[in-house]
């Protein structure tokens, strides 16, 4: 049979020859290998000291965006709760009142939008899908918790921090994203 | 009266000397384990424990403090009595070996000469051989008291390996003595500040000793009664809290004492190299001796560290016949050639 691959090593089942019987000079070999281990350069990362950088497509935690007036960008469409495979986006749509037009963009916003962090694959199929740049992933991973409860992130937990008020939280939130450009 | 008179410093002396070698004993015990962890960490290219303290320099402390805090488990099967003396005994073998093993020359303290060796017996070696072929019995105990089928595997092979390995043992320690002409550990080592050191003149004996000292310490690749993948620890299996700690210290501290022994008998004990202790004061000689012999065990507890992290474990067969096919016969062809040999000079 063909090999798939050719990584596969055949076992060496030659017998022993005197050398090797003899184990010492084998064992010096090994025992020389280890000990040059010992002086290299480590693989670890002492991960909350030190912080491996995010591939630039990494997909995190989500973010409701806003526009640079602070205003929410969400109209409530469902394109994203539509084209999550996992079914983990779940929002209510209402109509923008006189005098709130400094809170959404559009007449119609999310009053309520939850997404369940632990249903989420983080596949990024709501970002695709948003025809008003609202959702996309950050370069966050999502935090441990103790109930499940909590990994319904609510509106409050998702969206961004508003650039008006706080612009510092607002450049944070968005990251590498407005420099590197990669969105089309 | 007189022969009923104690020497009351004699006594205190020995005490205290006593409690400084076994305190000695479990600190050095303590870090080989952090030394352990980090020896194998580096040769994995990984850091090891580096959290508690600073170079995680606590971590012997914090596994401690967990190993007393674990609860203690004696399973319902088990026979109690002996469940409880198997660490115990492995214990206090390993605690008794460093009785004879002289630490350094001795030192002066008002007048009095103090020797930094608990006992100068003139049959030291015998007596360490004693002492570690009853080292097995705690295992061996702790192993059929468990009343568990991976124990009491671990417990044959423990004691087949261990009977196997010291005839070879043994055999290369005759050789060493017919050179010495002395079982005082004391006196070999004076032999040894005067003539060089054994190594020279018994290299193929020290090759078998060490080999056979890995073994008695069951250390890989000798850890076939341990063997964490084919016999889930074997004998430790059953044992939780302290009762575990004790099997896992005494590992350690017999990796010690066998360091100890080895620099002792090859390596000139506290002799330094290359230096005339005669022209030193002598406190400041049995400083720095310590300070020498405690650095040879060093290098030995890494070669240890370093054979256990390179080597795979030797199977079952491959142990016997290494033992008793290959370092019996070295053993005794290497003996008898050093009979002849002296044979051969003496009568010249």
């Known amino acids: ?184 | 009266m007189s022969l009923l008179a104690i020497d009351w410093l004699l006594i205190l002396e020995k005490l205290g000397l006593i409690a400084i070698i076994i305190t000695i004993s479990l600190v050095v015990a303590m870090y080989e384990t952090y030394a352990e962890r980090k020896v194998a960490a580096f040769m994995q290219d990984r850091i090891g424990p580096n959290r508690a303290g600073p170079f995680g320099l606590l971590q012997p402390l914090a596994d401690g403090v967990k190993l007393f805090f674990k609860e203690e488990v004696i399973p319902s099967h088990s026979n109690k009595v002996l469940f409880v003396l198997g660490p115990s005994l492995a214990m206090l073998t390993a605690m008794m070996t460093c009785a004879v093993i002289p630490w350094s020359s001795p030192v002066e303290i008002g007048g009095r000469v103090i020797p930094l060796q608990i006992a100068d017996v003139n049959i030291g070696i015998l007596y360490i051989f004693a002492v570690v072929a009853m080292g097995v019995y705690g295992m061996m105990i702790g192993a059929w008291a468990s009343n568990n089928k991976f124990s009491l595997l671990s417990g044959l092979r423990g004691a087949s390996q261990v009977i196997s390995y010291e005839l070879a043992l043994g055999l290369s320690i005759i050789a060493l003595l017919m050179l010495t002409g002395s079982l005082s550990l004391k006196t070999i080592v004076e032999q040894q500040m005067a003539d060089g050191w054994n190594i020279i003149y018994q290299p193929l004996g020290f090759l078998i000793f060490l080999i056979c000292a890995f073994a008695e310490c069951n250390r890989a690749p000798f850890d076939l009664s341990e063997a964490e993948n084919e016999l889930n620890m074997g004998y430790h299996q059953e044992y939780s809290s302290m009762k575990l700690g004790f099997y896992l210290f005494s590992e350690y501290i017999n990796m010690f004492i066998s360091s100890a022994i080895i620099a002792t008998l090859f390596f000139g004990g506290y002799d330094i190299p290359f230096l005339d202790e005669s022209t030193l004061s002598p406190n400041v000689a049995a400083i720095l001796g310590v300070v020498a012999l405690m650095l040879k065990i060093c290098f030995f507890i890494f070669l240890f560290m370093w054979v256990r992290w390179t080597l795979p474990r030797f199977r079952y067969d491959q142990l016997m016949n290494l033992g008793w096919k290959k370092l019996i016969p070295l053993a005794l062809i290497n003996m008898v050639v050093t009979a002849l040999v002296i044979l051969f000079i003496s009568q010249k």
Do not use: W
């Open chain 1, 1 to 184: 049979m063909q090999a798939l691959t050719n990584k596969s090593k055949p076992v060496d089942r030659r017998p022993m020859t005197f050398m090797e019987s003899l184990y010492l000079p084998e064992i010096v070999k090994g025992m020389a290998i280890t000990i040059s281990h010992f002086f290299k350069k480590k693989a670890t990362i002492s991960y909350p000291e030190q912080q491996r950088p995010f591939s630039r497509v990494f997909r995190g935690l989500h973010v409701l965006n806003r526009d640079e007036e602070g205003r929410e960008n969400c109209t409530a469409c469902g394109l994203c709760a539509l084209a999550c495979p996992a079914e983990a986006i779940t929002m209510e749509a209402a109509e923008r009142k006189i005098g709130e037009e400094n809170l959404y963009r559009e007449e119609k916003y999310a009053a309520r939008y939850e997404i369940n962090m632990l249903r989420c694959i983080f596949c990024g199929l709501c970002e695709e899908a948003c025809p008003k740049d609202a959702i996309y992933l950050s370069e966050t991973i999502a935090p441990p918790n103790f109930n499940r409860k909590e990994f319904i992130y609510k509106k409050d937990d998702l969206l961004i921090p508003n650039p008006v008020t706080d612009p510092e939280g607002f450049a944070k939130a968005r990251g590498e994203r407005d420099n590197k450009n990669y969105k089309k």
